[in-house]
């Protein structure tokens, strides 16, 4: 059974960073695809960031050159290192591999 838990979240100033954590169980990560999504409250869920088994990446417009995916083989881990955080940003952050994880919330405000 896949399981994957988000850590990371919390309350940043705005221009600041936050990196948030996905670690999986029941699977190897490097066997698949693996997201990023965010949901602000009142809108849709949308794809943040996405990389392949490959490796490849793929941004949404409105992260690109701020967020970046990348993932931890040996630990079994995907990671989202968040730069420049505006309050836009604000959302309730889901990793994604088939099935989702919790979610982990993340606030930016003065």
């Known amino acids: 059974q896949v399981q994957l838990v988000e850590s990371g979240g919390g309350l940043v100033q705005p221009g600041g960073s936050l990196r948030l954590s996905c670690t999986v169980s029941?699977?190897?990560?490097?066997?698949?695809?693996m997201d990023w999504y965010r949901q602000a409250p009142g809108k849709e869920r949308e794809l943040v960031a996405t990389?392949?088994?490959?490796?490849?990446?793929y941004y949404a417009d409105s992260v690109k050159g701020r967020f970046t995916i990348s993932r931890d083989g040996a630990k079994n881990t995907l990671y989202l290192q968040m730069n420049s955080l505006q309050p836009e940003d604000t959302a309730v952050y889901y990793c994604?591999?088939?099935?989702w994880g919790q979610g982990t919330q993340v606030t930016v405000s003065a």
């Open positions: 029941g699977t190897r990560i490097s066997l698949f695809a």
């Open positions: 994604h591999a088939g099935v």
């Open positions: 990389i392949s088994r490959g490796g490849s990446t």
